[in-house]
């Protein structure tokens, strides 16, 4: 049998839009204003921009690339050392390395090309 909290919660779901209805300390239920709906505004007025995905793009950066090298070269190091099993230890970092020095300025180049293309979308809309 549910409790009289439980009662209360399911026929108060039933009567009202659950988000615009709460119960006070007292236990009276209390509408709440409807926020307006418009989207949110920076600081200088303006919305702010947003890609399709509700993400903004940050410049590119070394830094955030030696980021991202610190994450993929211990995958690139195992998988690596899985697919070649006899090769010895210095052969295998000596390939992550090599790998890693193709990497990072790739990695940089596709930052970049999308910031660029960011930047272009955000300009042409109003």
Known sequence: MPT?????????????EYEYVYVDEEGREVEVEEPEK???RSKNGQRPVRTRSGRRIDPPSWNKVGRRALIF???????????????PWPASVFRTAFLLLVFLPFSYVMDSFLYRSYQRRTQRKP
């Open 4 to 16: 009289r909290k439980q009662r209360r919660r399911r026929a108060k779901e039933r009567r009202h």
């Open 38 to 40: 418009g989207a949110s």
């Open 73 to 87: 070269a211990p995958l690139m190091l195992i998988t690596i050392r899985l697919l070649e099993r006899g090769e």
